[in-house]
């Protein structure tokens, strides 16, 4: 039997790359929340996360580098219905494109971006990114990254998000879960997700070591001051929900407004646009 949400392309990542991890927890979340293929849409970033397109069988959009978030804010806005699901990477989403993430956060947008954080531009062959240790040796660094990562927790803390997770690719069954409360909160959720990069940086076994799921001790998620204090940690590796809140969304806002606004109701158009257009010919 086929499986859900499976387009039947075979996967081209490298064994053991951590988005296959990611793949069967989004397929899995849209399989148990029961959703149909046409009410969700993916876009994705530049990068090797890239081709969860390709393999994630629902409508599909394959953006420019770092700006998968823009486009599914026009998808959203667009037609609200629709779940839309973003697939970026730490480089796509925390460098190029990260004043996309960061307003989107803001504003609020009722989307749900899956950040591949594999802490290396991996598509590219490894070289240092926005989230890469420092003193680690990559292709662009052969001595040491001399720079300090930053923290993408904090930051989308401190830029408004409502609903911001942690996941790691190696634990499907727990990605899973915070794909599909994601999913289910309303507004803005985005879930870091670390993963190994098998071929260029493989952090597999420090995370494992690391990691433990805020489930498991009394983290309340409601709690803005316990949410930053869990976004700081460094020693230990938390997983799960650090934060969610409720509020009303852009999308919520802006379309319930009346069309045109009062204000432009009267307003002649003195020139049609395309004879304005056409001065600039
Ligand atoms: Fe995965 Fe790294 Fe291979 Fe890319 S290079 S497919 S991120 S393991």
Redesign the pocket.
Known sequence: MARAFDTGVRPQ??P????YGVLAAVRAALADLGFRRENVVAVAGIG?HGRMTEYLDVNAFHAIHGRAVPVAEGVKLANPKLTVLVHTGDGDAYAIGLSHLLHAARRNVGIKVLVHN?MVY??TTGQAGPTTPRGLKTRSTPYGSVEEPFNPLLLLLASGATFVARGFSDDVQHLKELVKRAILHKGFAVIDVIQP????YDARQWFKERAYKLEDESHDPSDFRAALEKSLETERVPLGVIYEVEKPTFEELVLSREHPPPALRNLKVKQPLGKLLSRFE
């Open positions: 990542w490298c053991g790359c951590g988005n090797c594999n991996a598509l990069c098998v071929t260029f």
